[in-house]
């Protein structure tokens, strides 16, 4: 990568290359999404069946692992109330075969005062990061957005204090109800990096999606504080072929222009059924296999 910002610590690029074709029909490259496990040892509340995520979350691992998936993207609240529920959940998550990418999501910060902590917890590289497949001549950059970078919960400093009132105060003049205490949005600093990011996969022929917590889009009281100013920089950005988040349990979908944004269903939901995605990128499309009662999806080129 070429004129990485003075925090380009914050990049990690993993290559992975393939090295040999895909056979015709078979996928560049197959992974899993997971969303809103959200576990923790309490009784039902209001639809969410926390101690049943675990049972859930095993089930979920086998499937993708007998799928073979090469990697899996956690986009964040693996946790519901109690940090200590961490180690819990990432015993049965790190029953994977493949590499687990982490995002975080707002619950996940319940009783961290350091964030470092979490992200060590997590195997984070920080808060925000990329990552590269590379197979033949198709590259892929899969890039992971911290929407926690600027809430009340994530133990933020000054500057974004004053970022985030700026945030609320645009979503209350624009009259929306997305300005709730349970959602965060992407801070100056992210913002300047991840043009970048995109400005040198456009350069460079590559092709890239984009992973969240809060969702971005279809508009409502789940979506990021500045959820219309990261979708305007994505979408200047042809190379950008999808978003896929978590938070919003209830799932959903909808296009910005052209840009596919998927929300996938938390897991935590329903006391039976699961929810989590198997994800095939192709030379001209992207297939979502839901699994459970999450939603499949195909995005042709």
Known sequence: ?????????????????????????????????????????????????????????????????????LFTINLG??????????????????????????????????????NTRLFGKLAMPCAYYAFEYTFICDKWVFILLDTNDVATYSNMDPDKAGQLKAMREEIERQGRDNGQSWNGGVGRDQMKWLEIVLGNAQQDGKNVMIFTHHPLYPFNDHTALNDKEVLDLLTR???????????NHAGGFGRYGDLPCVTVKGMV?????????????????????????????VFEF
């Open 1 to 69: 990568m070429r004129n990485l910002p003075a925090l380009g610590a914050l990049f990690l690029l993993t290559i992975i290359n393939g090295t040999t074709p895909a056979k015709a029909g078979e996928p560049l490259v197959r992974f899993g999404v997971i969303a809103d496990i959200q576990y923790c040892d309490c009784d039902p509340w209001y639809g969410r069946h926390y101690r049943a995520s675990l049972y859930k979350l095993q089930r979920c691992v086998e499937q993708l692992d007998r799928e073979d998936v």
């Open 77 to 114: 609240d693996l946790i519901d109330r109690d940090f200590a529920d961490m180690d819990t959940v990432l015993h049965y998550l790190n029953g994977l075969y493949g590499d687990i990418y982490n995002l975080t999501g707002n619950h996940d910060y319940a009783g961290v005062d350091d």
């Open 237 to 247: 950005y042809p190379c950008v072929r999808a978003v896929m988040s978590g938070h």
């Open 269 to 297: 939901e329903q006391p039976d059924g699961n929810s989590f995605c198997i994800v095939d990128i192709y030379d001209d499309k992207i297939v979502i296999d839901g699994y459970g009662y999450a939603e499949s999806y």
